[in-house]
């Protein structure tokens, strides 16, 4: 069965950076993008980017774009979402999604099962 | 990028009740909408896909409508485990969004 599990909570400093891992299994991991989305506490949910992990291309948010750096690692089928110049207005829970689609149209099957981010000082 | 704007941001329903809930894009996105429930501390869980189609192993009571800009996702009979927030989301262009979101409460 697919699924996409994700590394342990993280607390972090203001300023510091944060990798948070997402390791897929029970599918061809080349086979499908991954997405994250992240959600601050209370709050709604906000699409971050995406990687395709065949070749390794990224699209990010613009939001994010300077501070957020996306790879994977076929080797092991784990996607890193990696954000830098952490504030308090980083802590989140991120997930990971696989992005599939119908014929017409794309959706979020499966999801990680969330990873805390807590910055800090 | 494209906002979605859903509505309303909160309801509160009885078991049994009927729901409509609704979201707007600022621009024609086809009919690449998604539906999302989400429960305290869990990751969503996909409902509809394609603005109508019904995602495998959700209830039939869930359902879905709408094409360009203007969608809706109805509960046709609200049950105990319903109570959650639901999230669309478009896939039309990137960046993909959400809509803020709607929090389905006990009356």
């Known amino acids: 069965q697919v699924q996409l599990v994700q590394s342990g909570a993280e607390v972090k400093k203001p300023g510091a950076s944060v990798k948070v891992s997402c390791k897929a299994s029970?599918?061809?991991?080349?086979?499908?993008?991954i997405h994250w989305v992240r959600q601050a506490p209370g709050q709604g949910l906000e699409w971050m980017g995406k990687?395709?992990?065949?070749?390794?291309?990224?699209s990010y948010a613009q939001k994010f774009q300077g501070r957020v750096t996306m790879t994977s690692d076929t080797s092991t089928s784990t996607v890193y979402m990696e954000l830098s110049s952490l504030r308090s207005e980083d802590t989140a829970v991120y997930y990971c999604?696989?992005?599939?689609?119908?014929?017409?149209?794309?959706?979020?099957?499966?999801w990680g099962q969330g990873t805390l981010v807590t910055v800090s000082s | 990028a494209i906002q979605m704007t859903q509505s309303p941001s909160s309801l509160s329903a009885s078991v049994g009740d009927r729901v409509t809930i609704t979201c707007r894009a600022s621009?024609?996105?086809?009919?690449?909408l998604s539906w999302y429930q989400q429960k305290p501390g869990k990751a969503p869980n996909l409902l509809i896909y394609?603005?109508?189609s019904l995602q495998s192993g959700v209830p039939s009571r869930f359902s879905g409508s709408g094409s360009g800009t203007d969608f809706t996702l109805t509960i046709s009979s609200l049950q105990p485990e319903d109570f959650a927030t639901y999230y669309c989301?478009?896939?039309?262009?990137?960046?993909?969004?959400f809509g803020q979101g709607t929090r389905v409460e006990i009356k």
């Open positions: 999604a696989r992005r599939d689609c119908s014929s017409t149209s794309c959706y979020f099957e499966y």
């Open positions: 029970g599918y061809t991991f080349t086979s499908y993008y």
């Open positions: 990687i395709n992990p065949s070749g390794g291309s990224t």
């Open positions: 621009q024609g996105i086809g009919n690449d």
């Open positions: 394609a603005a109508s």
């Open positions: 989301l478009q896939d039309y262009s990137y960046p993909w969004t």
